[in-house]
C-alpha cells in the first residue's frame, strides 16, 4: 500500500510572536534548525520506502512560500491544495481524501502537522508501520505520545484494548479534553493515557466513510470542493464556495472521538506542537547555563533562559527562565511561564488596527521580498530583492511616486511606453498614475532600493494590469 503524507500547513501559530505571524507562521519558519519546520515535516518521512510525494493542504497567501519551501529542498508535491478559507482539521483533512480517492483510491493517509518536531525520526518510521498495518484493516489510527510528565497544554488518549498484533495498538477508550494539573498528575501516574498527537493514519476510503456517516454536510462539502476544483499555475484551488460554506471543525470533534474504528498507537519519538516559546526551548540544546541563545547576544547571569536575537544586538542581565525574543519591529521579554499570555499581546494588536500580529517588516512576495527600511510625512524607503528570473506585476497607484536605485544586479524596466536596462548604480523616475514594471532578467538576485512620495503609500494603492503569478 501506498502512503501519502498529508501535510496540514494552516494556522498563524500567535503563540510564538513576534516570530510567527499571519503572513509568516512558524511551520515556515526555521525555529529549530537550518530548515523550515514545514521542510524537516517533508525531509522526515521523504525517504522512506512505500512513501510517496506529499499532499500540502494550506492558505491561498503561503502558496508561494510553500512551494518555494518545497523546491529549495528538492521536492515535487502530489498536490498543494488551497484553502479559500481556514475551516479546521476535519475538512482539511477531508479534501485531501477526496483528492486522493481520485487518483490513488486504496491510498493511505500518513497526516501531519506542518509545525511540529519529532526528534526520535526512526521510533517514528516504526510507529507509522504499525499503524498503517491497522489501517490497512479499516481502523483510524492516532498516535498517542508517551507523556513525560502533567502536562496541562494537551489532550489526552484513554487506551482500551489490544488492537492488532502489537502491544503498541490499542482501541481507543475515550479522549479527554486538556485537563487541570492534578487530574493530568492522575493521568500520567495511571499508564493508561498518552497525549494527542494530532498526527494520523488512515486509508482515504475509510475516512470519507466515517466523516459521510457522521458528518455529512462536511463530507459533502468537501467532495463537491475537490469535484469542482481547478488547477492555478502548480496549485489546486478549492471551489470556493463549497469549501467556504463548509463547517467548521477538528477532526477529533468531527470523527475521532464518535467512530467506533479508533485505534491508537502508542509513540515514543521525542515529540513536540511546540505551542509556546518555552516548548520551542525545551527542545533545542541548552548551554551549560541551561540557556538556549541564537544571534547576537550577551547573556550574564543568566540561566534556564531563551533569548534570540534577529536583527540586533542583544544584552541580557541577571535574569534567569525569561524568554527574550527580538525581531526588527517587536520585541517580547516574558518568564517562562508567562508564556501562554502572548497570545493577549497579538489580541491587543488587532484590537488596536497595528500590522506587528500580520507582518514582519520583511515580507515575501512570490517574486522576492521587499523590506521597509524607513518612513515618515509623504515618503517611505524600501529595500526589493527580485529573484532571477521573475517578475513584479504591471502595475500603477494613483497616490504615489516612486525612484527605483539598482544596487545589484541588472534590471528590466517598464515605464510607460518605454522599457529599458538598468544595471548598478542606475536609477529611474516612476510618476503618479503611470504604468509600470520591474523584472530581474538575470542569473543573479536584482536588489534595489526604492524611494516612494506622495499622500497615501498603503499597499492597497496598486491596480494590477497584468500578473503571471494570478493575483488580484
Same mark, same amino acid.
Given at each position: ?10 494556522? %498563524?501559530?500567535?503563540?510564538? &510572536?513576534?516570530? %510567527?505571524?499571519?503572513?509568516? !507562521? ?6 529549530? @534548525? ?13 525517504? &522512506? ?5 506529499? +499532499? ?24 498543494? #491544495? ?29 497526516? +501531519? ?21 491497522? *489501517? $490497512? ?7 498517542? /505520545?508517551?507523556?513525560?510528565? !502533567? ?10 484494548? =489490544? ?5 503498541? *495498538? ?20 495511571? @499508564? ?12 482515504? $476510503?475509510?475516512?470519507?466513510?466515517? #466523516?459521510?456517516? #457522521? ?9 463537491? $470542493?475537490? *469535484?469542482? $476544483? ?14 467556504? @460554506? ?16 479508533? =485505534?491508537?498507537?502508542?509513540?515514543? /519519538?521525542? &515529540? ?10 525545551? =527542545? ?8 538556549? /541563545? ?60 497595528? %500590522? ?36 513584479? %506585476? ?54 534595489? /532600493? ?23
Amino acid at each position: 500500500m501506498k502512503i501519502y503524507p498529508v501535510i496540514l500547513s494552516g494556522g %498563524s501559530g500567535t503563540r510564538l &510572536w513576534p516570530l %510567527s505571524r499571519s503572513a509568516l !507562521p512558524k511551520q515556515l519558519l526555521p525555529l529549530v @534548525g537550518a530548515n523550515t519546520m514545514l521542510q524537516e515535516t517533508v525531509l522526515r518521512v521523504n525517504e &522512506w520506502s512505500e512513501v510517496m510525494p506529499p +499532499l500540502i493542504v494550506c492558505g491561498n497567501d503561503h502558496r508561494f512560500m510553500v512551494a518555494e519551501q518545497l523546491r529549495q529542498i528538492g521536492v515535487t508535491p502530489t498536490a498543494i #491544495l488551497l484553502e479559500p478559507e481556514g475551516r479546521n482539521t476535519a475538512p482539511a483533512v477531508g479534501v485531501a481524501a477526496a483528492y486522493l480517492q481520485g487518483i490513488a483510491p486504496d491510498a493511505v493517509m500518513l497526516v +501531519l502537522p506542518a509545525d511540529h518536531v519529532i526528534a526520535d525520526g526512526a521510533s517514528f518510521e516504526q510507529a507509522v508501520r504499525i499503524a498503517t498495518q491497522a *489501517a $490497512a484493516q479499516g481502523s483510524l489510527v492516532t498516535f498517542g /505520545i508517551v507523556p513525560t510528565g !502533567p502536562e496541562t497544554g494537551y489532550g489526552y488518549i484513554r487506551r482500551g484494548k =489490544v488492537a492488532a498484533d502489537s502491544d503498541r *495498538a490499542f482501541k481507543v477508550d475515550r479522549f479527554v479534553e486538556k485537563p487541570d494539573l492534578e487530574t493530568a498528575r492522575q493521568f500520567v501516574d495511571s @499508564g493508561e493515557y498518552s497525549w494527542n498527537s494530532g498526527i494520523f493514519v488512515f486509508t482515504a $476510503a475509510a475516512y470519507l466513510e466515517e #466523516l459521510r456517516r #457522521l458528518r455529512p454536510e462536511i463530507a459533502a462539502c468537501c467532495e463537491k $470542493a475537490i *469535484a469542482e $476544483a481547478y488547477k492555478d499555475m502548480t496549485f489546486c484551488r478549492l471551489h470556493e464556495l463549497s469549501y467556504a @460554506g463548509c463547517p467548521s471543525d477538528s477532526i477529533d470533534y468531527a470523527v475521532m472521538e464518535h467512530t467506533d474504528h479508533a =485505534v491508537v498507537v502508542l509513540a515514543d /519519538i521525542g &515529540w513536540s506542537d511546540v505551542g509556546s516559546w518555552s516548548a520551542l526551548a525545551a =527542545v533545542q540544546d541548552a548551554d551549560e547555563n541551561g540557556n538556549v /541563545i541564537r544571534g547576537d547576544v550577551y547573556a550574564e547571569d543568566v540561566s534556564g533562559s531563551l533569548i534570540r536575537a534577529e536583527s540586533r544586538f542583544v544584552a541580557v542581565l541577571g535574569l534567569d527562565d525569561v524568554v527574550v525574543v527580538e525581531t526588527k519591529d517587536a520585541v517580547l521579554i516574558t518568564h517562562k511561564d508567562q508564556v501562554q499570555r502572548v497570545k493577549n499581546v497579538v489580541e491587543h494588536l488587532k484590537g488596536s488596527e497595528r %500590522s506587528e500580529h500580520l507582518n514582519h517588516s520583511r515580507v515575501y512576495r512570490p517574486w522576492g521580498c521587499y523590506e521597509s527600511i524607513d518612513g515618515g510625512d509623504r515618503f517611505q524607503v524600501k529595500r526589493i530583492t527580485v529573484n532571477p528570473g521573475q517578475k513584479l %506585476s504591471l502595475q500603477m497607484h494613483h497616490h504615489r511616486a516612486e525612484h527605483w536605485v539598482v544596487v545589484t544586479g541588472t534590471a528590466r524596466i517598464t515605464n510607460g511606453d518605454v522599457e529599458k536596462l538598468l544595471t548598478e548604480n542606475e536609477s529611474i523616475y516612476i510618476p503618479i498614475g503611470v504604468t509600470h514594471r520591474l523584472e530581474n532578467p538575470g542569473m543573479v538576485p536584482l536588489h534595489l /532600493i526604492e524611494v516612494q512620495s506622495g499622500a497615501y503609500l498603503g499597499e492597497d494603492d496598486i491596480v494590477r494590469f497584468d500578473d503571471v503569478y494570478k493575483r488580484a
